[in-house]
């Protein structure tokens, strides 16, 4: 395909050269925004009479064609092309003549990709929020759905104290909603529009920025034009954000791929989302859950590229920004490929709530509960903590359990015990009275389904 930009250079580059050059593999999923931008651009020109009302019938009739084609197939995109704006414009011209060689009046490559990153990008950040939203409401029905499970709590991975399944579940589920907020919060960033801003200093034809913004869905035109054109800041947040939402989808997969061991036992996923293996027949392997957890790589990797692309670039446009799209599309397609599998495989997993409530029952996960009846009778909790200790140590050594200390081994070490002591360590007991907000209680973590069914 001819070069447009011949002229000051013979146009003729080395095969190699444009190779290195070229975009169009990467960019050529933008096609729709650009057509969309420049419908846009020419309605703007029209209006403002830098071209007639009957060029921009025609390019803008040319353009939804090539957009139907592109969109059903009987259009491919030549990838010869330098890329998708050159493809556009190539086509454009092949079908209406001159009109389509105006469609680039008073704009640049530069503002135009810049625009078409924005248009894409938010329309990626619409699909990546409502994929978590999806996975959000999941996790509130599998918390509903299970709400009475008992398990233990970890700290250090080590069991801690008794809660229910659907509070450390839920758990995750802020996380993800942060995650929505961080999003929509870029997409605010996002939405202003570069077009307009030409190579960098603007143009000399009396556009009319606004009125294109509207047209695109912007909230306004960025207010400098070279930061019009060198401004990727919001591809390096979008890229923060998603860095953070993949590493929540990491920690949970982490979960999954404990909870599903032989040694937890406490989850087990469908076969849909588990392999086998090629040498021992009785391995279940949760590889889905293992590849959410190591695609986290891959999406820090395409932060730190964009950071790195941006950290040394003088302004204004350089053609090293056009490595931005591959880090941040590669990114949006791990993340959102990621969501959609895990929203799945929680659906499908089975909950065994009986080996949950048993390792709840065999860690003195309840020796916490025991120490605050001591503090309720009247004991300094400093104390109460010492004797807890002590207790459990004796029930380590003898192979006991809280529960099962007879009393009168129990009023040797404090005289303010009576048999209400096995009542405050039932595990049910020590779930149930967590009563504090956002605590692990019956009553908080159904508040908080019903936060997150009614925010959907």
């Known amino acids: 395909m001819a070069k447009m930009w011949a002229g000051r250079t013979a146009g003729e580059t080395a095969a190699l050269a444009d190779e290195l050059n070229s975009s169009i593999g990467v960019d050529g999923r ?44 009987a259009l491919a995109i030549d990838q010869t092309a330098e890329d998708i704006h050159m493809f556009v414009e190539a086509e454009l011209t092949k079908r209406i003549g001159d009109a389509g060689k105006k469609v680039h009046t008073a704009r640049s490559r530069n503002d135009q990709v810049a625009l078409d990153d924005r248009m894409y990008l938010k329309d990626s950040v619409d ?8 996975l959000i409401q999941t996790i509130a029905d599998i918390a509903e759905r299970e709400s009475s499970v008992i398990m233990p709590g970890y700290t250090h991975l080590q069991r801690a104290q008794p809660i229910l399944f659907s509070h450390q579940i839920l758990a995750y589920a802020f996380m993800f ?34 009125f294109e913004a509207e047209l695109l869905g912007f909230d306004k035109p960025c207010l400098n034009s070279i930061d019009g054109v060198s401004d990727r800041d919001f591809v390096v947040e979008l890229l923060a954000d998603l860095s953070i939402l993949q590493m929540h989808l990491s920690r949970f997969a982490e979960e999954l791929v404990l909870w599903s061991s032989w040694e937890f036992r406490f989850i087990e996923l469908s076969d849909a989302y588990t392999t086998g293996s090629s040498i021992m027949p009785q391995k279940k392997n949760s590889d889905m859950a293992e590849l959410i957890r ?77 120490a605050d009846y001591l503090t309720r009778k009247g004991m300094p ?76």
């Open 177 to 210: 909603e942060r995650d929505i907020d961080r999003m929509k919060d870029c997409k605010k960033r996002m939405n202003v529009s570069p077009i307009g801003s030409c190579a960098l200093a603007g143009t000399t034809y009396d556009t009319d920025r606004d």
């Open 127 to 134: 699909e990546l929020c409502a994929f978590t939203e999806k």
């Open 294 to 370: 190591g695609k986290t790589g891959r999406v820090y990797g395409d932060l730190i590229t964009m950071l790195t692309v941006l950290k040394g670039l003088p302004l204004a446009y350089n053609k090293d920004m056009q490595e931005d799209k591959e880090a941040v599309f590669d990114a949006v397609d791990t993340v959102k490929l990621c969501l959609q599998v895990m929203e799945p495989m929680l659906a499908g997993m089975k909950v065994h709530a009986d080996r949950m409530l048993r390792a709840a029952g065999e860690g003195f996960i309840n020796a916490t509960d025991l």
């Open 381 to 456: 909790f400093r104390d109460s903590y010492k004797i807890t200790g002590s207790i459990v140590n004796y029930c380590i050594n003898n192979g006991l359990i809280l529960e099962n200390v007879p009393l009168e081994k129990y009023r040797e070490y404090s005289t303010l015990i009576d048999k209400d002591v096995y009542e405050a360590i039932d595990l049910m007991t020590c779930v149930k009275s967590r009563i504090s907000k956002g605590g692990t209680s019956p009553e908080s973590v159904s508040e908080q389904i019903k936060y997150l069914i009614e925010r959907a």
């Open 30 to 73: 933008m096609y729709a925004q650009d057509i969309k931008g420049s419908a846009a651009h020419a309605r703007m020109l029209s209006k403002q009479g830098i071209i007639s009302e009957e060029e921009k019938d025609q390019i803008i009739t040319g353009l939804e064609g090539i957009l139907k084609d592109l969109s059903s197939g």
